[in-house]
């Protein structure tokens, strides 16, 4: 029963990721499910849905779907639609029914493409792993199709990767992040998730380095890595931006550092990704002096830790750290301070991070500034 959620909703999983990952490319997307994942998807963890014409499709998974395994009426009612509104490509992803009865959705999606000559891909997502891996696998999924050989590296070149509403909500910080890199000498070929095309796909193995902006940047990152060969730094821009800025100047350099943070004792924990949770806390330490603990909510990457940090795993352990009475201020989403008790809750200086893979729409209009004098007000608020 540790898995339980008493006061938290459950952390936006891996079918939204990569539904989020793949929202602006003109594809066809179907979440196989009976309606409430995807339901889920558009309704609590996409801030674009509302008024776009992307096409997202549910399935309609029925009991005796799911009990005969009929995949023919899937691929049969795909085929017909994909007909109707042509997409660029088709993505099938999994839910935790398809899981269950063992659904070959990379099957299924061999022949959507054989009916209709259009490029498909099967996601087996389960809902059952958090949204960063989605990112990651729909991102590999796409490059396989559209991303197809190594184009010849161009000099002072990078992507932006990382980039959804599930960590950044709508707010346009994609083409503020783009501009902070352009205005400090670097070309952006692609951002990857938004404001992406599938030319902008192609052309991003041509990029010198990746700039993973958030733990799913890492995740494509390390497969971008390890598929073109393109290295990449880990930071997201905070404040004025510029500890981003001269991270990317060096890693261009050839100068990569591995990722450090003073391991001392600390009365601030910032709970939440864990690249933009490592971001604010060199921001604060480096202004101000003010060490922080990291608690990683989703997935999480070892050599980015500190020795101090907590790699959350449930919302018993997170509520015990939270009521520990060791921090003094926490940041994070405010659906947080439901899990701390009243009595703690009064000698903590809270500090708001809303965060949509968290709290949905609750809070979704109360995101912060990450960069600017709005960021640095809130940012100024933790000591």
């Known amino acids: 029963m540790s898995k339980l ?25 179907i979440i196989h499910d009976a309606s409430g994942c995807t339901g889920n998807y558009t309704s609590f963890d996409e801030p674009r849905w509302f008024g776009s014409s992307s096409a997202v499709y549910c399935s309609g998974l029925r009991h005796m779907d799911a009990i005969l395994g009929n995949d023919e009426k899937l691929i049969k009612e795909t085929a017909d639609a994909a007909g109707s509104i042509k997409p660029k490509f088709i993505a099938v992803l999994g839910s935790p029914v398809p899981t269950v009865i063992g659904t070959d959705l990379k099957g299924v999606a061999k022949e959507i493409e054989a009916i209709t000559g259009i490029p498909s891909i099967g996601l087996e997502t389960k809902g059952l792993a958090y949204y960063g891996k989605g990112i990651r696998d729909a991102t ?8 197809t050989e190594k184009l010849k590296t161009q000099k002072g070149t990078v992507n932006i990767l990382g980039m959804t509403p599930l960590d950044f909500h709508i707010n ?14 670097m070309e952006v070929i692609a951002c990857y998730n938004m404001g992406l095309t599938l030319d902008d796909i192609r052309n991003s193995t041509a990029a010198e380095l990746n700039i993973a902006v958030s733990q799913a940047g890492v995740q494509q990152a390390e497969y971008m890595k390890e598929k073109y060969g393109i290295p990449f730094v880990a930071v997201t821009p905070i404040g004025d931006g510029m ?49 922080a603990d990291v608690a990683v909510l989703f997935d999480c990457s070892p050599e980015f830790m500190s020795v101090n940090d907590k790699l959350i795993k449930d919302e018993l352990q997170l509520r015990k750290l ?21 009595d703690n809750l009064k000698s903590i200086n809270f500090v708001s991070l809303p965060h949509v893979a968290v709290s949905s729409k609750v809070h979704w209009d109360e995101y912060k500034d990450f960069l600017g004098s709005g960021a640095e007000k809130w940012l100024d608020s933790i000591k």
Do not use: H
């Open 140 to 147: 590999a999924e796409i490059m396989k199709i559209f991303a």
């Open 322 to 342: 939270l009521n520990s009475g060791k921090y003094r201020t926490v940041v994070g989403d405010p659906m947080l301070k439901t899990i701390i008790d009243e």
């Open 5 to 29: 959620c008493i006061s938290l909703p459950p952390f936006a999983p891996d079918y939204s990721g990569a539904a989020s990952a793949l929202f602006e490319l003109g594809g066809m997307i």
């Open 172 to 185: 346009g910080w994609e083409k503020k992040f783009k501009s902070l890199f352009e205005k400090n000498g």
């Open 243 to 291: 500890t981003a800025v001269e991270k990317a100047r060096n890693a261009l350099d050839k100068n990569f550092t591995a990722y450090k943070s003073e391991a001392v004792t600390s009365d601030v924990l910032i709970a939440g990704d864990q690249i933009i949770s490592n971001s604010i806390r060199e921001y604060i330490f480096e202004r101000g002096g003010v060490p």
